[in-house]
C-alpha cells in the first residue's frame, strides 16, 4: 500500500536512540527527506545519515529544552528542504534508577519534565507556525505506556507523558485542524500520540537481560513479547501517512502486546492471610 511519504520532509528527534533510528529508516524505506536530531551531538547521528543517504538527511545537534535550540532545528530543516511535512516528537529522557516520588528532588522533577515535555512543547510549537505558513503538516508524538498505566519509582517521567498522550494531543488537534484546513484535496492537519510499552532498545538491555523482569512486564500482555523499535516506527509511519490515516487524528495508539497493565506484587510478596 502507497504512503504516499515520498519527498516528505520528517523530522525526528531523538533519532539516535534505538525507537528514533527504527524510525528513521522506516521514513527512509518510504523515500522521505529526513531531518535527524540529537541532543549532544550530531556526529552521534552520522553513521545512520551515511546509511541512509547524506543527500537525503540532515543531521542537527541542539537542545530542545531551550527555545533556541527548537528554533535552530526548524530553521536549518526549512533552509535544507523549504518545508517540514512531519514531525514526530520523540526526543524525551528516562532515568534508568526508579526514585519513589517522596525521595524525589525537586531539580530531578524539573529536569525530567523539561527532558520530555518542555522538549516536545518548544519543538511542536515551532512546527506549528511552520505549518501556519505551510498550511499543510502532521505530527506525531510519543508518549509511553507510562503515561496509560502509571509507573511505580518514575512518577516525574509518567506525568510528563501522560501530558503529551492526552491533554497535548487532544488540545492540538483543534488548534492544528485550524492552521492547517481541510480542502477538497487535503484532509487537514493533523496530530496523533503513539505510545510504546517494553521495547528492545540499547539503554534497556541490562533491565531486559534479567528473565524475571522479562517474566514481570510479559505477564500482562496478550501478546508476551518484548516490542521490537520496528513495531513502534511502523505505526508512527501509519500515522504519518495522510493516505493511509487521513481522518485520524487526536488519538493515542498503545503499542504494547495489548497490555492491562503491571504487576503490583509478586506471588511471593502477598501473605494469603492478610489477602
Not at 526508579?98 to 524539573?110: F, K, V, Y
Not at 507556525?129 to 502509571?150: H, Y
Request: aromatic share 6%.
Amino acid at each position: 500500500m502507497n504512503t504516499h511519504l515520498n519527498e516528505k520532509v520528517v523530522v525526528i528527534t531523538g533519532a539516535a536512540g534505538g525507537i528514533g533510528s527504527a524510525i528513521a529508516r522506516a521514513f527512509a524505506a518510504e523515500g522521505a527527506r529526513l531531518v535527524l536530531h540529537a541532543h549532544s551531538q550530531a556526529g552521534a547521528l552520522e553513521p545512520l545519515r551515511r546509511e541512509l543517504g547524506p543527500g537525503r538527511c540532515l543531521a542537527v545537534q541542539a537542545d530542545l529544552t531551550r527555545q533556541a535550540g527548537a528554533r535552530k532545528l526548524f530553521a536549518r530543516a526549512a533552509k535544507a528542504f523549504g518545508r517540514v511535512d512531519t514531525l514526530v516528537a520523540n526526543a524525551a529522557s528516562w532515568e534508568i534508577k526508579d526514585t519513589p516520588l517522596h525521595e524525589m528532588s525537586l531539580a530531578h522533577w524539573r529536569a525530567t519534565l523539561d527532558g520530555v515535555l518542555t522538549t516536545t512543547f518548544l519543538t511542536l510549537r515551532e512546527f506549528l507556525r511552520l505549518v501556519a505558513v505551510q498550511k499543510q503538516g502532521n505530527a506525531v508524538l510519543i508518549g509511553s505506556t507510562a503515561a496509560v498505566f502509571g509507573e511505580a519509582g518514575h512518577a516525574d517521567y509518567a506525568a510528563g507523558k501522560a501530558a503529551i498522550a492526552y491533554g497535548l494531543t487532544r488540545s492540538i488537534k483543534n488548534e492544528l485542524g485550524r492552521l492547517a484546513p481541510h480542502t477538497r484535496d487535503y484532509c487537514g492537519g493533523r496530530v496523533n500520540c503513539v505510545c510504546p510499552g517494553w521495547t528492545a532498545v540499547p539503554r534497556l538491555a541490562a533491565k531486559l537481560g534479567d528473565p524475571a523482569m522479562i517474566r514481570k512486564t510479559t505477564a500482562t500482555m496478550a501478546l508476551p513479547q518484548i516490542a521490537r523499535p520496528e513495531d513502534i516506527a511502523a505505526s508512527v509511519v501509519f500515522l504519518a501517512s495522510d493516505a493511509l490515516a487521513r481522518h485520524i487524528t487526536g488519538q493515542t495508539l498503545v503499542v504494547a502486546g495489548g497490555m492491562e497493565g503491571r504487576l503490583l506484587w509478586q506471588p511471593g510478596e502477598i501473605d494469603p492471610a492478610a489477602a
